[in-house]
T-cell receptor
């Protein structure tokens, strides 16, 4: 089955600096790559996603890049703010037409924004 | 309001006492799934369902059962809970198979088995 590796497990950055979280996946059939943010005590919520026909996607201070050849994708957060402190999960999945077996998640990155 | 609702939010039970965690969504989603979240292990899929009466095992199905008799409901059943099932559980739903769309998560159920 699919295996998703996520690094680093903890990332501490100064407020205003950029943060980058990286993930690799193993299943070349994967074609959907979402990122979820989970604040303390809350449920995971989608912040951005990318599909395999696109190399990069941006939404204000957040961007995701995808390299299908190397099977890795990254989350970039610029001008970090205190409210960016959370656990971030990458995931991969694919729609196999007749069936779909769900998202495979990375183990998460605890992002800490230092004031 | 579009949402996924789990109950209960918190549950403490004893080993071997059957329990059910309910999950309901009001978005007419075909796809529903259960995850457990443990420190350092991320979110691991327990079971998923692609539609009514269609369920399948995820990565960690041992000790769990599910059913999908109606589109909106997807209960998680622990027939004989054990302490290693102490965890934070999330139900999620999406419009169709995972290749397409956002997964909406419930608010979570924190289960402790003593």
């Amino acid at each position: 089955g699919e295996n998703v590796e996520q690094h680093p497990s903890t990332l501490s950055v100064q407020e205003g600096d950029s943060a980058v979280i990286k993930c690799t996946y193993s299943d070349s059939a994967s074609n959907y790559f979402p990122w979820y943010k989970q604040e303390l005590g809350k449920r995971p919520q989608l912040i951005i996603d990318i599909r395999s026909n696109v190399g990069e996607k941006k939404d204000q201070r957040i961007a995701v890049t995808l390299n299908k050849t190397a099977k890795h994708f990254s989350l970039h957060i610029t001008e970090t703010q205190p409210e960016d402190s959370a656990v971030y999960f990458c995931a991969s999945g694919h729609d196999s037409g007749g069936g779909a077996d769900g998202l495979t998640f990375g183990k998460g990155t605890h992002l800490i924004i230092q004031p | 309001e579009a949402q996924v609702t789990q109950n209960p939010r918190y549950l403490i039970t004893v080993t071997g006492k059957k329990l059910t965690v309910t999950c309901s969504q009001n978005m007419n989603h075909e796809y529903m799934s259960w995850y457990r979240q443990d420190p350092g292990l991320g979110l691991r899929q327990i079971y998923y369902s692609m539609n009514v009466e269609v369920t399948d095992k995820g990565d960690v199905p041992e000790g769990y059962k599910v059913s999908r008799k109606e589109k909106r409901n997807f209960p998680l059943i622990l027939e004989s809970p054990s302490p290693n099932q102490t965890s934070l559980y999330f139900c999620a739903s999406s419009l169709k198979g995972v290749g397409g769309t956002e997964a909406f998560f419930g608010q979570g159920t924190r289960l402790t088995v003593v």
